[in-house]
């Protein structure tokens, strides 16, 4: 079955240090790859996404890149801020055939120190 | 905005009571989705529907039942409430390929 692996937090980074979250997945074909962003007390907000192999997502300084031959999508941005602080979740989808239902990756706390 | 209101936001419910849950669209999206968020589990997949009167189990679906008899409604139904169900819940809908979620009930069963 599908599956998604994050790197375990908790990630405690300073103000402008630079922001890897690693994400690896396990699915058949070509599933769509989504990195969400959660806030104390808020639903999951989508953050970026790629659809096919060497897509690049990016929003609001954060950017991952589909990578099919490592089964990779790591979360990036070169300098976090305190707002950044939040959970982080990568998922996946397989596509139509299984009505897009998202496999979530168990979410990387992460806290910015001013 | 997604337009997806959840209700209620935060219940407390006994051991053994009947609680259901209410997801409620103003897009008229086909899909919906019902997850848990648990610490150390991420989200996990309930039910889901795919139109009217069309749902689906996902991956937790033991003790939930779920209805889905108009397009922008979708309930979620513990039948017998048990602690293993306090969590989070949270309701998505799928919408122009990318799936959106609701603010999160969170319910606690003592």
């Known amino acids: 079955g599908n599956s998604v692996t994050q790197m375990e937090g908790p990630v405690t980074l300073s103000e402008e240090a630079f922001l890897t979250i690693n994400c690896t997945y396990t699915?058949?074909?070509?599933?769509?790859l989504f990195w969400y962003v959660q806030y104390p007390g808020e639903g999951l907000q989508l953050l970026l996404k790629?659809?096919?192999?060497?897509d690049k997502g990016s929003n609001k300084g954060f950017e991952a890149t589909y990578r099919k031959e490592t089964t990779s999508f790591h979360l990036e941005k070169g300098s976090v801020q305190v707002s950044d602080s939040a959970v982080y979740f990568c998922a996946l989808s397989p596509g139509e055939t299984s009505g897009s239902r998202l496999t979530f990756g168990e979410g990387t706390q992460l806290t910015v120190n001013p | 905005d997604a337009g997806i209101t959840q209700s209620p936001r935060h219940k407390v419910t006994e051991t053994g009571t009947p609680v259901t849950l209410r997801c409620h669209q103003t897009?008229?999206?086909?899909?919906m989705y019902w997850y848990r968020q648990d610490p150390g589990h991420g989200l996990r997949l309930i039910h889901y529907s795919y139109g009217v009167k069309d749902t689906d189990k996902g991956e937790v679906s033991d003790g939930y039942s779920v209805s889905r008899s108009k397009t922008e409604d979708f309930l979620l139904t513990l039948e017998s409430a048990t602690s293993s169900q306090t969590s989070v819940y949270f309701c998505?809908?799928?919408?122009?390929?990318?799936?959106?979620f609701g603010e999160g009930s969170w319910l606690t069963v003592v």
């Open positions: 790629a659809t096919k192999a060497d």
């Open positions: 699915a058949t074909g070509y599933p769509s």
């Open positions: 897009e008229n999206h086909r899909y």
């Open positions: 998505a809908i799928r919408g122009s390929n990318t799936i959106y």
